[in-house]
């Protein structure tokens, strides 16, 4: 996975599966650019299918300070993101 708002080259290397993913830029339209995290994890797991997107959401819901619960929704849409710009241009 290569965050590609930030990093301009593709790997040369042929042994290993390259996913050029715009986090940023997708994080900036979502209107925070810190978000550039979650969509490059949605992306991965809808890459990977290790985990499904509801089981990260749980985990963060359960283990996020009640303090920061007011960011999971944005946190939510910038995993839901990465995973549908995967499915959509890859």
Known sequence: M???SIIDRTPERKDIQV???PANDIAE???DRRMANM???GAFLANLSV???EAVEKALQEHL???HHKLLPKN???LREGARYL???V
């Open 39 to 41: 969509v490059m994890l």
């Open 65 to 67: 300070p009640e303090r």
């Open 29 to 31: 339209q979502l209107g």
């Open 87 to 89: 499915a959509e241009k």
């Open 51 to 53: 985990l499904s997107i």
């Open 76 to 78: 939510y849409q910038a």
């Open 19 to 21: 996913v050029l993913v």
């Open 2 to 4: 290569v965050n590609s």
